[in-house]
């Protein structure tokens, strides 16, 4: 599967951004989907996870209550609505996918995703 994430740019404080993971050669509902981030000296992150079906979802505590992450497999296509945007939100957003079935806490690492996309850059302003 090839996923590309798209929907970022620039946005004042507590303002608020869709970020849009879109998979093309397979379909996305036999992928669990992961977001991350990494902003400039810094690790990449978990930010948060969905399962196949979208009934679970998972959440960095840092966004919790901020951030949204849902899917429409008939669109092929995972979402991360962010409200409430902050400057320590600025990082490059990734989705990934992961084709197993993995339990819950392995969905919070990197190493458990086996396709990524490219990433979209996200800004918050002060």
């Known amino acids: 599967v090839q996923l590309q994430a798209s929907g970022g740019g620039l946005v004042q404080a507590g303002g608020s951004l869709r970020l849009v993971c879109a998979a093309s050669?397979?379909?996305?509902?036999?992928?669990?989907v992961g977001w991350f981030r990494q902003a400039p000296g810094k690790e990449r992150e978990f930010v948060a996870a969905?399962?196949?079906?979208?009934?679970?979802?998972y959440y960095a505590d840092s966004v919790k209550g901020r951030f949204t992450i849902s899917r429409d497999n008939a669109k092929n296509t995972v979402y991360l609505q962010m409200n409430g945007l902050k400057p320590e939100d600025t990082a490059v957003y990734y989705c990934?996918?992961?084709?197993?079935?993995?339990?819950?806490?392995?969905?919070?690492?990197?190493?458990?995703?086996?396709?990524w996309g490219q990433g979209t850059q996200v800004t918050v302003s002060s």
């Open positions: 990934a996918g992961n084709s197993g079935w993995p339990i819950s806490s392995t969905l919070f690492r990197q190493a458990s995703y086996d396709y």
């Open positions: 050669g397979r379909t996305l509902s036999n992928y669990a």
């Open positions: 969905v399962r196949r079906s979208g009934g679970n979802t």
